[in-house]
Structures are given as structure tokens and as C-alpha cells.
């Protein structure tokens, strides 16, 4: 099972961004799509969660400006971010909990990260 994240970019601020990760391989059902971010010398952070029953989480910083959905039919998790802020600048990483694969085992799978710069 891979991961692959897209959309990161160079931003002005109160502009707006799209994240993507799709997910591959063989892939039976998928829990839980997060994506996180990591800021230069800060912890990496839960931005916002969609489960498999489409409820949804936010971290306080980005409620009301950015929005995760998903797309079951391709694996795949977007994040609409609007309004950006300088202090939005981080790495943002994708993350999958309890991947059920087509041999019936089951694990979480992080992508790798896409740099998101948000400039004042």
C-alpha cells in the first residue's frame, strides 16, 4: 500500500490550496483519512480526520477555512484549505488508519509530505 500526496505550493496569504492523497494497492476497505502537519522545530500535528462514516475533525487553528473529504471509489483524501495563513506553513502528510488489504491484514500508512509556504 502506498500513499502519494500532491498540491503542495508556494501561496500568498488568504490564498487558497487543494491537497490530495490517493492511496494504492490492494486495498479492501480503509478506516479512518488524516492529515497532519509539521512545522520547522514544532511536533507534527492532526489537522483534520474524515472516518469511514464520513464524520469529520478539525484542529481548532483551521476549523471554518479548511475542509477534508474523500472519495471512496479512489482511496483518496483532499484538503481544501482557504483563508491561508502564514502560520499554516508546514509539511502537511497524509495519513491512513487500519488499511484492510486483499490479503486481510490491517495497518496504518503514512505518504510522504508536501511542502506548503504560505507568504505575508
Known amino acids: 500500500v502506498q500513499l502519494q500526496a500532491s498540491g503542495g505550493g508556494l501561496v500568498q496569504a488568504r490564498g487558497s490550496l487543494r491537497l490530495s492523497c490517493a492511496a494504492s494497492?490492494?486495498?479492501?476497505?480503509?478506516?479512518?483519512m488524516n492529515w497532519y502537519r509539521q512545522a520547522p522545530g514544532k511536533q507534527r500535528e492532526l489537522v483534520a480526520a474524515?472516518?469511514?462514516?464520513?464524520?469529520?475533525n478539525y484542529a481548532d487553528s483551521v476549523k471554518g477555512r479548511f475542509t477534508i473529504s474523500r472519495d471512496y471509489a479512489k482511496n483518496t483524501v483532499y484538503l481544501q484549505m482557504n483563508s491561508l495563513k502564514p502560520e499554516d506553513t508546514a509539511v502537511y502528510y497524509c495519513k491512513a488508519d487500519h488499511v484492510v488489504t486483499g490479503w486481510g491484514q490491517a495497518d496504518d500508512y503514512w505518504g510522504q509530505g508536501t511542502q506548503v509556504t504560505v507568504s505575508s
Open positions: 494497492g490492494s486495498i479492501f476497505s480503509i478506516n479512518a
Open positions: 474524515v472516518d469511514s462514516g464520513d464524520s469529520t
